[in-house]
């Protein structure tokens, strides 16, 4: 063999080793490299199976922190406030360890919104989760910032504790900001949420929605009580009590009025006495509303009769401004209640001894005795009308002014008073209207107005609305026994919306206890001899401003005039006798530009009034309930 074929031999040789080699180390490298996947695979899967493992972990126990909070706070009360503070730490401990576990799939997330029927839910769970970490920080924020009130206030001492309670709030100004900041934060997240599909979530998210304004309310008057407490200066408020057996306007009949100061929240001021007792007649007064010298006589606008407007933040600057013409007493607002918020009240304070009842006054008891003191004594006469034997009846309404001073007595010295049931207390009576307050500090103002506690007619912009008004104009407590009913129905009709409503009045007095119906002040031996007389009532419906009265029955010398904020007024009165009913229906044409698709109402209440029967009808929607509140409705 040839040298050359030699060496082309060992070259193919080589080449072939070579090749071989090549492919040995190529099989081998693919083994390594799929090795390397499997082990990278079971790795990352690892990984994320212990991250979804921790996530889980800290998701379940977020979940038993909330179920702790919901069960502290199902009877809230200042002994409770370190149990939920610590929920509220491992909630937001909890929370935050959860969301960094999760990271990889929240990054995934906002990419699975494909995904059928809960794909949007599954897109939201970042911002669902900010949302709750930004919450839980805040309200962990906020509860080491409140803690030391709560501490002062669980100690008792009633009103003797608010110099303290508003120090510890100045104290903690940095901090409540801090959470107020955060809680504004998860509210913008939220409103930036799409409607979820998952019915249980859906249902905790309208939980929030509910509960998220009071925390930022709460939040809000804690930052505004130790100006409102007279941090800066002293504040004075005018009270008003009213009887919503005689309603009128803003609650009912003006009975008693006083006023209270506070300095660096200490009580430094305090008188409260029959409305009456309030008018200095050697000051000018203006001339009352028309109705009122008309139905009643008036020829001057007195205190006893300033809240004729159903919007308090009007009335209040009414009855102000008398009580500074008559009194010469400045005031900084205006704080209203009515019998149901006294009765909330003096349950939440305790038994009261009051001067003169030999018994503890409750809130189960005080309006029994606030009638009693209206009884007149065996052989007297029955009114001043008479001529004589009147002391009884000068003194009559002196009952609700010492339950006013025996209550603030106890909350001011009392150590055994149940601070958190007097807030849920106060709190109910403002949610229904039973309490009012307009107050000229701004920022407070503004908390008032948003959470309807002012007392503010503010039809919404994009809603029908309705608003029954009811003043009584017969010099009695007729109201106490006669009941309401309202429906209202919309239709479509030749020129737009039609509205028709029939209110349904029952006096539940004994047939023919006055069969002859007189309006003359008259002051009988009982407070039910004002009770069971002929009902004199002056109504006025509250619509959507541009609305055009079409037909007007059961109502004597029925008019339209505008009203308060964008509203329309049908106005007139009728006459109810015991024991007969009586109906009044009004048909109307709402503007054109009323809400349709989808139509919105919104029924407030009127303050004072008791618990209506309402029915409401539009297209195919219907809902029937107790207005005891304000009532809304969204039909398609």
Known sequence: MKTSEVCETSEVWRQLMNDAQERQTGEALRRWLAVALVVTTLALAGWLGWRAVRTGMYTRAALADLDQLQAALAEPSLE?????????????????EAQVAAGPFLRLAPHLGWAPRLGPDIASAPQLLEMAVTLSTAGRTAMDALAPVGEIMAGGGGLDVLPQTVEALQAAQPRIEAARAGMARAAQIRASLPPLAEPRLAAQLAKLDALLPLATG????????????????????????????????????????????????????????????????????????????????????LLRDSNWSPDFPEAADVARALYLQDRG????????????????????????????????????????????????????????????????????????????????????GGADIDMAALARAAYTALDARNLQVSLDDPAAAALLAQRGWDGGVRPPADSDFLLVVDSNVGFNKANMLVRQRIDYAVEEGDAGLEATLRLTYTHTAPLDSEPVCNRAARYGATYDDLAERCYWSYLRVYAPGGSELISAEGLNDPATEAGVRNTTIFAGDFVLKPGEQHLVTLRYRLPPDAPRAPYRLFVRKQAGARGSELSVTAGACHEEVILERDFRLECP
């Open 329 to 412: 007493i400045e005031t900084d607002g205006a704080v209203a209640l009515d019998l149901e918020a006294v009765r909330l009240l003096v349950g939440a304070v305790g038994p009261l001894q009051v001067p003169g009842i030999d018994q503890a006054v409750t809130g189960d008891n005080a309006i029994q005795w606030m009638k009693a003191a209206w009884q007149a004594p065996v052989g007297s006469e029955t009114g001043p009308e008479t001529g004589g034997g009147t002391a009884w009846w000068e003194k009559r309404k002196d009952f609700m002014g010492e339950l006013v001073k025996a209550a603030l007595a106890r909350v001011q």
């Open 80 to 96: 409770a406030l370190p149990r939920v503070q610590a929920g509220i730490a491992s909630l937001d401990t909890h929370l935050k």
């Open 218 to 301: 709460g939040l809000e008057l804690a930052a505004l009580a130790p100006a409102l407490l007279g941090a800066d200066g002293p504040r004075t408020y005018l009270l008003l009590a009213q009887n919503n057996d005689e309603l009128r306007g803003t609650g009912g009949f003006i009975s008693g009025a006083g006023h209270v100061t506070f300095e660096r929240g200490k009580l430094t001021g305090l008188t409260f006495a029959d409305s009456y007792a309030v008018d200095n007649f050697e000051q000018p007064h203006t001339a009352p509303p028309a109705p009122l010298a008309r139905y009643m006589a008036a020829d001057l606008w």
